[in-house]
């Protein structure tokens, strides 16, 4: 069993910058070797679409090409923390942000494969 936590939303202006965490822990003190660590978003009346995602072993990154060169993602191993540095905000970067795990290798799967969702954390850019 995974448990994620995020945090670091937040109301922001146009071209300004949040980082979201997001904190996982597991049973047993089990590692995230083997895992990867995704960031999706959903805005209202819309579908949950991904943001990126990094492979815990390499990490391997993919991004959606709607954030690519504005947001990165990053993970401390020690602190078995994910996170995602999001800069350029603009209105259209508003939703709730979800933290997600799966067990495997693909950076490249949609929702549906994720195993573990944390409970959203809210975003807001102001124009």
């Known amino acids: 069993q995974v448990q994620l936590v995020e945090s670091g939303g937040g109301l922001v202006q146009a071209g300004g910058s949040l980082r979201l965490s997001c904190a996982a822990s597991a049973a047993s003190g089990r590692t995230f070797s083997g895992y990867v660590m995704g960031w999706f978003r959903q805005a209202p009346g819309k579908e949950r679409e991904f943001v990126a995602a990094?492979?815990?072993?390499?990490?391997?990154?993919n991004y959606a090409d709607s954030v690519k060169g504005r947001f990165t993602i990053s993970r401390d191993s020690a602190k078995s923390t994910v996170f995602l540095q999001m800069n350029s905000l603009n209105p259209e970067d508003t939703a709730v942000y979800y933290c997600a795990a799966r067990q495997g290798s693909s950076t490249k799967v949609g929702a549906s494969r994720y195993d573990w969702w944390g409970q959203g954390t809210q975003v807001t850019v102001s124009s």
């Open positions: 990094i492979r815990w072993n390499d990490d391997y990154m």
